[in-house]
């Protein structure tokens, strides 16, 4: 999840202290209260105890711990330089360790892997529950690495600096106290930080505002600062843009999750770079900066249009002059899902109706010429990674039924061949998939995928489950998941996907069609396949379910308490729910360029109308609903979920409630509690949907 801006007027901020203190509830945002875990603990136990013994549990918990802890499934790779790294977790290492191999090994199929550290030993030795969160490295050799380590899987983590060569933490090495920010190599003996420096370094939205340079051989708090965003903005932002040889430093605030002012720093000095403050710099190549438009730009007279992908000649740009190329221009029925640069090349990742498509781009005397990639169609194409060092690349295609393949790629000449493929844990030949599109309320049409069995019966009897998000422009695609075929298809049950705005499918137009006011638009959506599911006879609503995570949980909040007519099961993931204080909760307040601020009396009338926590009402009939969350989730606060439960269990609503005690937002640690997490949603959704 992403960032925004915080106004909040004195008088505004009393309303907001009055309402707070008649919220009976407060006590369970107090993380690790006393009062607080006895109610987790309390409810946990009765999740646990219905859950787990159901009749299917053991068996849909052993086959997706298989899944999980599978050695053959394919090893993601991260080239650095001659190696490739890859995290690893198994039933032999269930925290994971972090390895190497020589490239040309990985690539014969071959890997020769190291251990550089072992968490699972680690975490022995230190008494804590370490979680691996990634690792930055020293260019051009990399032979040392800042690694990330959360305590418990939050977004908080400790900095070390890593030797790959000794495989051990460097004595006296950098070394950054737990903070959510980042720490990169600028040099060998430069690091540039952002971090929580001590008082009023942080923004409200609990991100660092200051940006360090930090010479090795120094204490921390003699780091050079080099820029400074407001504590109303979301964070500061700093981080090194390598062209070849070259290294640019980028600063900047993001004032909003959705619009940013940005610098460099040349020569120790500012230099502001004027472009709009919602584009996305998505890389450099060839003294080329590639932005990744969001709305309409007016540039000499021509206007370059939103969802298209320009570049600046970037020396230019710092003498504030403007030369730009365009490398594409999506239609309405595409969307840019990502851009990266090998040595040589551009490559653009695509979704064309949600389905993705993969191209290539050179800069050919001053313009830039386009080449599809003949990828596999009809699923989702992911660049895993690239050797900066070539034009080598990887990349994934998957779809409902097509398990990963993992494909090294060359951009110079398009060519690719399959490197690896995971095996296929159901029997996809059984079933098909099917794209409709349904009418929302206010005409759009919203698509979403079906995937089911081939002799499925249009009779209502068949239970279904609908998963959606609609948020910050993420995009829904099809993906292959072992354990939904497992659990769920082979069950009998029907997986629905739904692409409703707020999501990237379509492009920025699509996201913004569910911000702030217009987030009705996202319900709507999403009531509007339901309503669909059950006319075409898929399903009825008491063999309908749906599911969502963190602004899905949302979604399945605002679901269930809108239309709970339509739905039997609801999982509620990791979610928001209460929005007047969502910006008072841990990151909550980087997310109002997405909702609106609730302290603001105009857009608190909007917010309002569909805040699942204030929503709620007594006598009215809701389905059971299955709450899941974290007690380290430091990103959405587990109070959301703690409150909407206790909420409704006091109005006299069933519900069930489970709080894992570690694994962030992620929700889960461990292949254990992934599986454990999976067996009993699914266990859950059967008891309810499967009459």
Not at 316 to 329: G, M, P, R, S, Y
Request: aromatic fraction near 14%; proline fraction near 3%.
């Amino acid at each position: 999840m992403k960032k925004s801006i915080f106004f909040t007027l004195i008088i505004l901020g009393i309303f907001g202290n009055l309402n707070a203190q008649e919220d009976p509830y407060l006590w369970l945002e107090e993380v690790d209260g006393k009062k607080a875990l006895e109610f987790v603990e309390k409810q946990n136990k009765i999740t646990v105890d219905k859950l787990t013994n159901f009749k299917q549990y053991d068996a849909i918990y052993n086959s997706s711990l298989e899944i999980y802890n599978d050695t053959e499934k394919i090893a993601y790779p991260s080239v650095y330089g001659e190696f490739v790294y890859n995290f690893w977790k198994d039933k032999d290492h269930v925290r994971g360790i972090w390895r190497r191999s020589p490239k040309a090994a990985y690539l014969n199929g071959t890997p020769q892997w190291e251990t550089l550290i072992d968490i699972d030993k680690m975490s022995k030795e230190d008494g804590v529950k370490w979680v691996y969160k990634g690792a930055n490295g020293l260019y051009p050799k990399y032979n040392r690495f800042m690694v990330r380590l959360s305590k418990g899987g939050g977004d908080a983590t400790i900095k070390r600096e890593f030797d790959v060569t000794t495989k051990t933490f460097v004595e006296d090495g950098f070394y950054i106290e737990e903070s959510k920010g980042n720490a990169s190599y600028i040099d060998e003996n430069t690091l540039i930080v952002s971090s929580n420096f001590g008082e009023n370094t942080m923004t409200t939205s609990g991100y660092p505002r200051q940006i360090k340079l930090w010479k090795r051989g120094t204490p921390l708090s003699n780091a050079k600062l080099i820029y400074e965003a407001k504590t109303s903005d979301v964070a500061a932002r700093g981080y090194s843009l390598r062209d070849g040889s070259e290294n640019y430093i980028i600063l900047g605030r993001s004032i909003t999750f959705y619009e940013y002012q940005t610098f460099a720093w040349i020569n120790d000095k500012l230099v502001k770079l004027d472009i709009p403050q919602d584009v996305y710099i998505s890389g450099i190549l060839n003294n080329q900066l590639i932005l990744d438009l969001k709305s309409d730009w007016e540039v000499d007279g021509i206007t370059y249009t939103q969802g298209t992908v320009i570049s600046l000649n970037f020396k230019d740009l710092l003498e504030n002059k403007k030369t730009i190329q365009q490398l594409l221009k999506p239609d309405e029925f595409s969307s840019v899902s990502g851009i990266y640069t090998t040595k040589s090349k551009v490559l653009i990742n695509m979704l064309n109706n949600v389905s993705g498509e993969l191209y290539t781009y050179s800069f050919v005397d001053g313009k830039w010429k386009q080449q599809q990639i003949d990828a596999p169609a009809h699923g989702s194409i992911s660049v895993v990674d690239l050797d900066e060092f070539s034009d080598e690349y990887f990349f994934s295609f998957s779809n409902f039924l097509t398990p990963n393949t993992l494909f090294i790629a060359n951009a110079s000449d398009g060519s690719f061949k399959a490197l690896k493929s995971r095996k296929a844990y159901f029997d996809g030949s059984a079933y098909e998939v099917n794209q409709i599109k349904v009418a929302s309320k206010d005409g759009t049409k919203i698509p979403y995928f079906i995937v089911s069995a081939k002799n499925m019966k249009y009779d209502g009897t068949n239970p279904t489950l609908l998963y959606g998000y609609g948020g910050f422009e993420v995009s829904m695609d099809p993906f292959y998941s072992g354990t939904f075929g497992k659990a769920w298809l082979e069950n009998g049950g029907v997986f629905v996907l739904a692409n409703i705005r707020g999501g990237g499918e379509f492009g920025p137009r699509w996201h913004q069609a569910g911000l702030k006011e217009k987030r009705q638009n996202v319900y709507d959506d999403f009531h509007a396949v339901a309503k669909d599911l059950i006319t075409r006879k898929v399903t009825a609503p008491e063999h309908l379910g749906i599911m969502g995570g963190s602004n899905g949980g949302l979604l399945v909040g605002v679901a269930f308490t809108q239309r709970p007519d339509l739905y039997n099961a609801a999982v509620c993931q990791v979610p928001l729910l209460d929005m007047k204080r969502y910006n008072k909760l841990l990151a909550g307040a980087s997310w109002m360029g997405e909702y609106g601020n609730p302290d603001i009396p105009d857009e608190w009338e909007y917010i309002k109308t569909y805040s699942p926590y204030q929503n709620l009402k007594k006598g009215k009939t809701y389905p059971e609903v299955y709450f899941y969350t974290s007690t380290r989730d430091d990103r959405v606060h587990p109070g959301h979920a703690r409150k909407m439960a206790a909420k409704m269990i006091d109005m006299g609503h069933p519900v069930l409630y489970y709080e894992n005690t570690e694994g962030g937002h992620a929700g889960s640690s461990t292949n254990e509690q992934s599986a454990r997490s999976s067996a009993m949603s699914f266990s859950y959704l059967l008891m309810k949907l499967k009459k």
